[in-house]
C-alpha cells in the first residue's frame, strides 16, 4: 500500500488524475482489508484511516459525492475506534469530527436529512469535548456554532421549526462574541449571517429585520473587500427576498 501511495502522488505530480485515483483507491483497498483482518491492530487502523483521508481528497476534488459517502461510512468506525482508545488524542477527535461533517454533507446532498442530522450531532458531541478541553481555541466554539447551524439546517428541512429556530438562536448566541472578539476572522460574520438568513425563513415578523443584518453584514465585508466571491450575490438575492424592499 506504501508503493500504491507513493505511485498515486507521483501520478498527481505528473497530473494524471485518474491513474492517481487507480492507484490510491488500490492503496486504500489493502489497507481496508488489513484492518478488517485484525481491528485490534492499531496501526493497521491508522493506516486504513490515513490512507482512506487522501481517497477522501480525491472524491472531494471530483465532487463524487456518492462515494465521498460511502468513503465516510467506512472510515469513521475505525477512527471512532482509534478515538475511543486515545481519548485525549485531540487530533483524532479532531479528524473525526470533520469526517462526520462531510458525512452529513454527502447525506443533505442526497436529501437524507435524517441521516446528515444524526452525522451533525455526532460531530457536535465531539466538538464540545474539543472546546471542553481547549477553552482557550476559538476555533472549536466556531465549529460548535457551525454544527448548530448545520443541525437547524436539517432540522427545517424536517420540518421541526422548533428544533430549527433553537439551534440557530445557539449558533448565533456562539458567533456574536466570536465576532466581537476576533472581528478580522470572515467567518465568524458569515456565520452570523447564516444564522440569522435561516431565522427569517421561520419567525415571520423579524422576516425582513433579520435578512435586513445580514445584507448589512455581507455589504460591510464586501466594502472591506473581504467578502469571499461564493458570497457576492448574496446581498442582492437577500434583498430580493424582502417582502418590504429597502
Do not use: C
Request: proline share 4%; no cysteine.
Amino acid at each position: 500500500s506504501i508503493l500504491l501511495e507513493r505511485l498515486a502522488a507521483a501520478y498527481s505530480a505528473k497530473a494524471d488524475q485518474p491513474a492517481a485515483l487507480k492507484a490510491q483507491q488500490e492503496a486504500w483497498e489493502i489497507t481496508q482489508a488489513l484492518a478488517k483482518l485484525d481491528s485490534d491492530n492499531q496501526q493497521w487502523q491508522r493506516d486504513f484511516v490515513t490512507t482512506g483521508e487522501t481517497l477522501r481528497e480525491f472524491y472531494q476534488a471530483s465532487d463524487d459525492n456518492k462515494a465521498l459517502g460511502a468513503l465516510l461510512a467506512a472510515v469513521i468506525p475505525a477512527q471512532k475506534r482509534l478515538v475511543d482508545l486515545e481519548p485525549d488524542n485531540l487530533e483524532q477527535k479532531t479528524a473525526l469530527y470533520l469526517n462526520y461533517g462531510r458525512l452529513g454533507e454527502t447525506h443533505q446532498l442526497q436529501n437524507d436529512n435524517r441521516a446528515a442530522l444524526q452525522a451533525y450531532q455526532q460531530a457536535l458531541e465531539l466538538n464540545q469535548q474539543l472546546a471542553a478541553a481547549k477553552p482557550d481555541v476559538s476555533a472549536f466554539r466556531g465549529e460548535i456554532a457551525t454544527n448548530l447551524n448545520r443541525i437547524g439546517a436539517a432540522h427545517f428541512a424536517l420540518k421541526d421549526n422548533a428544533k430549527a429556530l433553537a439551534a440557530f438562536e445557539e449558533a448565533l448566541t456562539l458567533f456574536t462574541p466570536l465576532a466581537k472578539a476576533e472581528p478580522a476572522v470572515v467567518e465568524w460574520q458569515l456565520g452570523i449571517v447564516g444564522s440569522k438568513y435561516q431565522m427569517a425563513q421561520i419567525v415571520a415578523d423579524q422576516h425582513d429585520a433579520l435578512l435586513q443584518e445580514a445584507i448589512a453584514i455581507l455589504e460591510k465585508l464586501q466594502q472591506e473587500k473581504r467578502l469571499p466571491d461564493a458570497y457576492k450575490t448574496w446581498p442582492e438575492e437577500m434583498r430580493k427576498e424582502l417582502k418590504k424592499p429597502s
